[in-house]
């Protein structure tokens, strides 16, 4: 998206990304909480476009006051209980 946008190359200046801390984790081991809070405080402040990141890590306090930040718990009954509304 940076490339496209910095080139004057179309984009529609919105990504979604799907568990990068969790694939990393997978392959690399733990990820440091360091690594982790700068992940998410780099998408916090960026401006190019809109990013929606699935992520099963939660980032800190701090970061969910800067962003639109949904948390699915997977319990019906609670308003954001998972991504897709159930069906009915």
Sequence with gaps: ???SIDK???HP???VI???LTAHEETDGP???GIQNAFFDYFANYKKGQVIILENKEPSKEI???VKYY???GVK???RSGFFPPIS
């Design 71 to 73: 948390r699915f718990t």
């Design 13 to 15: 200046r919105f990504l």
């Design 18 to 20: 799907d568990s990068p």
């Design 31 to 33: 990820i440091e909480t």
């Design 8 to 10: 004057n190359l179309p």
């Design 64 to 66: 969910q006051e800067k």
């Design 1 to 3: 998206m940076n490339l």
């Design 77 to 79: 009954g609670i308003p």
